[in-house]
C-alpha cells in the first residue's frame, strides 16, 4: 500500500504530465496555425474593373458618380486590373465595349430609384483597347464626357464590359461596371451672398447681411436650389424647395417654392442672371400683412462646388 505522500507524489507527477501535454498540444496548434500562408498558386488570375465591393446582384457593379459641368469638358478615370499572385511578363490587351444590358440589368436590380439613361455615343470617348503593361498589374482608362451634349435634368450611366484580355480570365463579378453620371448645370456652382430681407415686426431678424457664401446645385437643366437667410445668417423657414429658376434665352429669373405658393418676384425689380459676371440678382416676397416677408439678393459666382 502506498503511503499518503507517495500517493500525492503519483498524483503530482500525472497531473505535471497531463499539464506538459495540453502545453504541447497547444503549442502545435499554435504554432500550426501560425505557419499557415494562404495559397496563392490556386488561385486563378482574373482581369476586372475593380469597384471596391458588388452591388445589387453582384453581377453588375456602380462607380461613383462622375460629376460635370455643363458646357466644361470632363475626364473621367477608372482602373482595369489583373488581379493575381504574380505579375504577367508580357502586355494585357483588353478589350471594352459598351452593353445596354449592363445597364437594363443595373437598373432592374434598383428598381426603386430612378432609371439611368444610356449615355449617348456622341457624348463621349474611350479607348476601345487599352494595355495593362508587362510586370505591371493595372492601367487607367480615360472617359471623356461633352457635357453639352447631357441634359441635367437626366440621371445617366454608362455600361462598360471587358470583352477579351488577352484570353486571360475576366472576372465574373467585376467584369463590367456602370459609371453613374450626372451633369452640373452652367449656373451651379458657390457663390458670394449678400443682401437685405424683411421680416415685418422684426426688428432683430430684418435688415443688411453680406460676407456670406450659398452652395447652389442644380435642380434641372435652368434652375438651382436656394436656400435665404435672415440678417442674421440663419435659415428662413416656411419657403422649403425654394429654386432660382433662369429662362437662358433671356437670362430673366424666377424664383419658386413648392412649399409656398404665396412666394413671388418683387414686381418692382429686375430678377435676372448676368452671365458676364455670373451674378444672380433676385428680388421676391411671400405672405401678406401682418406676417410679409421680402428679400433682395445679390449671388456672385465663386468657384465649383
Known amino acids: 500500500m502506498l503511503s499518503k505522500s507517495s500517493k500525492m507524489m503519483k498524483n503530482k507527477n500525472i497531473f505535471s ?3 506538459a501535454m495540453l502545453c504541447m498540444l497547444s503549442l502545435s496548434s499554435c504554432l500550426k496555425n501560425k505557419n499557415e500562408q494562404p495559397d496563392f498558386s490556386a488561385t486563378t488570375p482574373v482581369v476586372e474593373i475593380p469597384v471596391g465591393s458588388p452591388v445589387g446582384d453582384g453581377s453588375v457593379n456602380s462607380l461613383t458618380t462622375s460629376l460635370i459641368q455643363q458646357d466644361t469638358p470632363s475626364e473621367y478615370m477608372f482602373y482595369i486590373n489583373y488581379a493575381a499572385a504574380n505579375t504577367k511578363s508580357t502586355d494585357i490587351t483588353v478589350t471594352l465595349s459598351v452593353d445596354p444590358a449592363i445597364l437594363a440589368t443595373y437598373n432592374a436590380a434598383h428598381a426603386s430609384d430612378p432609371a439611368l439613361t444610356i449615355v449617348p455615343a ?6 476601345v483597347t487599352i494595355t495593362i503593361p508587362a510586370n505591371q498589374r493595372r492601367v487607367q482608362v480615360p472617359v471623356k464626357f461633352i457635357s453639352n451634349v447631357l441634359d441635367p435634368a437626366i440621371g445617366y450611366g454608362l455600361p462598360v464590359t471587358i470583352k477579351d484580355a488577352s484570353g486571360e480570365v475576366i472576372s465574373k463579378n467585376f467584369g463590367s461596371v456602370v459609371i453613374k453620371v450626372a451633369v452640373r448645370n452652367r449656373y451651379d456652382g458657390k457663390y458670394s451672398f449678400k443682401g437685405y430681407v424683411f421680416r415685418e415686426g422684426d426688428p432683430v431678424l430684418s435688415g443688411n447681411f453680406k460676407g456670406l457664401t450659398k452652395d447652389l446645385p442644380s435642380n434641372g437643366a435652368a434652375a438651382v436650389d436656394f436656400g435665404q437667410v435672415w440678417s442674421n445668417g440663419t435659415g428662413v423657414g416656411g419657403i422649403d424647395g425654394l429654386t432660382i429658376n433662369v429662362n437662358p ?16 418676384n418683387d414686381p418692382a425689380y429686375d430678377s435676372r442672371y448676368d452671365p458676364a459676371t455670373k451674378t444672380f440678382y433676385i428680388s421676391f416676397k411671400w405672405g401678406a400683412s401682418p406676417a410679409s416677408r421680402a428679400a433682395t439678393d445679390t449671388l456672385t459666382y465663386v468657384s465649383p462646388r
Open 17 to 19: 504530465g497531463l499539464i
Open 249 to 264: 434665352t433671356t437670362n430673366k429669373v424666377t424664383m419658386k417654392s413648392t412649399a409656398n405658393a404665396t412666394l413671388v
Open 122 to 127: 456622341s457624348a463621349f470617348t474611350m479607348p
